[in-house]
């Protein structure tokens, strides 16, 4: 258990409204990912963090924003929700920016 | 750009069947290549890192290894609870903070009783 937990783990809303996701660790790790996976697509990076209000984009970051104002939080962002933002959202977190540990994924259906 | 192929898409053995998943990856500069299986519902679950042509790791049944363009996951004498997505996934060495894993579409391994 790498001490991720995501909120909230399913979640149905409109087309059109914000939506806040949720990617909460116990063990002070410095880097943090968010990834949607969707068949046919595999894994793909939205955002990357790799300290405090150090932020990156991924391949996939159009309509997404995060924000991390602590070590333990990074948030992800769905400013206006499309419909091809219906996906399973996996946070993830590194120690030393090698091998990643996942979450148990967020489940979001945009309708 | 990083690339990652997995091989096949969908296996079914036996149980005691012994066999084997590819990855097929293209990165300038391999920082590491890493294994995860996937339990439907459930997020990726890390197995082994590699990092060098030639190297190998092991866990239970399960070996992977590792060349230059490749590597392979050996499953030997497989249990219906080694059913699973496989994953693989390639860092690049590219400097800075970037530290993004670039998957394949995974192996669907289903082992029957």
């Known amino acids: 258990d790498a001490g991720i937990t995501q909120s909230p783990r399913h979640k149905v809303t409109e087309t059109g409204t914000p939506v806040t996701l949720r990617c909460h660790q116990t063990?002070?790790?410095?880097?943090m990912y968010w990834y949607r996976q969707d068949p046919g697509h595999g894994l793909r990076l939205i955002h990357y963090?790799?300290?405090?209000?150090?932020?990156d984009k991924g391949e996939v970051s159009d309509g997404y924003s995060v924000s991390r104002s602590k070590t333990e939080d990074f948030l992800l962002t769905l400013e206006s929700a499309t419909s091809s933002q219906t996906s399973v959202y996996f946070c993830a977190i590194s120690v030393l920016g090698y091998e990643q540990f996942f979450g148990p994924g967020t489940r979001l259906t945009v309708l | 750009e990083d690339q990652v192929t997995q091989s096949p898409e969908a296996l079914r053995l036996q149980e005691g069947e012994s066999s084997s998943l590819n990855c097929s990856y293209t990165?300038?500069?391999?920082?590491?290549l890493f294994w995860y299986r996937q339990d439907p519902g459930k997020g990726p679950e890390f197995l082994f890192t590699?990092?060098?042509a030639g190297e190998e790791k092991e866990k239970e049944r399960l070996k992977a290894t590792l060349t230059k363009k490749e590597s392979f996951l050996h499953i030997t004498a497989p249990k219906p609870e080694d059913s699973a997505t496989y994953l693989c996934a390639v860092q690049a060495d590219r400097g800075g903070s970037n530290y993004k894993l670039t998957f394949g579409k995974g192996t669907l391994l289903t082992v029957n009783p």
């Open positions: 990165v300038s500069g391999l920082r590491g």
């Open positions: 590699l990092y060098s």
């Open positions: 963090s790799y300290g405090v209000k150090d932020t």
């Open positions: 063990e002070n790790h410095r880097y």
